[in-house]
């Protein structure tokens, strides 16, 4: 990654930490096309009020911005804004024709912004029938980690 994408990608994720859908749109546009997406020369990524801040103003991620992309680009980057708060995307539309880097793209931001990584254990039957936390007790305090995780790189 280039190091100007590297130091807006930093301030990015500064920006959304915290706030599960946010951190997931974050790092579509940091780990769709190595990064290009989360460049400063993007229309979307604005420098913030300090230094090394930078967030993405949703408005500018449009059809109008998009036009030039290739489809499965133009899917993610729709996807992307949506979880940044931007307008509601139809999944009947936007999955079909994604590479399968893509998908695994989509699916760990989906994980991601259910906030899967900060998931614990649950409930499960125990031999009587009843629930139980999975260690046998109460609801159970292991981290369940990410149902599916980002890829590497990134």
């Not at 994980?111 to 609801?139: M, T, Y």
């Amino acid at each position: 990654m280039r190091a100007d994408i590297e130091d807006t990608s930093a301030g990015l994720r500064t920006w959304a930490r915290g706030i599960y859908p946010l951190e997931a749109g974050v790092e579509l546009l940091i780990r769709t096309s190595g990064g290009r997406f989360a460049g400063a020369s993007q229309p979307w990524v604005r420098p913030g009020e300090d230094s090394g801040w930078w967030w993405v103003d949703v408005t500018e991620m449009n059809e109008f911005s998009f036009g030039v992309l290739s489809g499965g680009e133009a899917r993610l980057l729709r996807i992307a804004a949506s979880l940044l708060g931007g307008a509601p995307v139809d999944l009947h539309n936007a999955t079909p024709g994604l590479d399968r880097d893509h998908v695994q793209l989509l699916l760990a931001a989906v994980a991601h912004s259910s906030g899967s990584p900060e998931h614990r254990g649950g409930l499960v039957a125990d031999p009587q029938g009843r629930l139980v936390g999975r260690d046998g007790i109460g609801l159970s305090s292991e981290r369940l980690g990410s149902l599916y995780p980002w890829p590497a790189g990134g």
